[in-house]
T-cell receptor, first 110, second 116 residues
């Protein structure tokens, strides 16, 4: 099993809809998780971090962590075309390294 | 906003040349990382450092080497570039510390390398 695995994409949603991105992780990944957004040809930028079980909201973004199910998700409300990008889920290890998932390509169409 | 800089942004060179990709950060972060990413593909960790004079190989085997003589500087060198080295190279840094916000990695803009 890969340490961090994202649900297969690509994902296409209409403008204004909720986009749901999911990620599962193995026992080798510790309890800090991050969602990065990467536009084509650019470097990843952090959009959310979550360390505790439950939900964390920041504007249109909500990260959810379920440690029992080893599952972390990102919800994007009121999706905009500018949200179209690759979203990377990453889990931290005890030595400070991050393990990245393979990414989910999101397209928001007008 | 993260202050981590990579140069050059783009590099096209011939096979057999020696190259050094520069990465510098002004945040005083102890930890620095190099990733390799092909278009549309995953990020792969190739080198990391926990501080001055500390370097480790990452999860993906790479023919490149790194050095960490100063906290702020983490250059990557290819002694003899080959077409198989064509890729995007991303540098990142994070604070030292445990399982918290200090694990957040901040990325530079990347160097896109093409070896002919």
């Amino acid at each position: 099993q890969k340490e961090v695995e994202q649900n297969s994409g690509p994902l296409s949603v209409p403008e204004g809809a909720i986009a749901s991105l999911n990620c599962t992780y193995s026992d080798r990944v510790s309890q800090s998780f991050f969602w990065y957004r990467q536009y084509s040809g650019k470097s990843p930028e952090l959009i959310m971090s979550i360390y505790s079980n439950g939900d964390k909201e920041d504007g249109r973004f909500t990260a959810q962590l379920n440690k029992a199910s080893q599952y972390v998700s990102l919800l994007i409300r009121d999706s905009q075309p500018s949200d179209s990008a690759t979203y990377l889920c990453a889990g931290g290890t005890s030595y400070g390294k991050l393990t990245f998932g393979q990414g989910t390509i999101l397209t928001v169409h007008p | 906003e993260a202050d981590i800089y990579q140069t050059p942004r783009y590099l096209v060179i011939g096979t057999g040349k020696k190259i050094t990709l520069e990465c510098s950060q002004t945040m005083g972060h102890d930890k620095m990382y190099w990733y390799q990413q092909d278009p549309g593909m995953e990020l792969h960790l190739i080198h990391y450092s926990y501080g001055v004079n500390s370097t480790e190989k990452g999860d993906l085997s790479s023919e490149s080497t790194v050095s960490r003589i100063r906290t702020e500087h983490f250059p990557l060198t290819l002694e003899s570039a080959r077409p198989s080295h064509t890729s995007q190279y991303l540098c990142a840094s994070s604070e030292s510390g445990g399982l918290s916000a200090k694990n957040i990695q901040y990325f530079g803009a990347g160097t896109r390398l093409s070896v002919l």
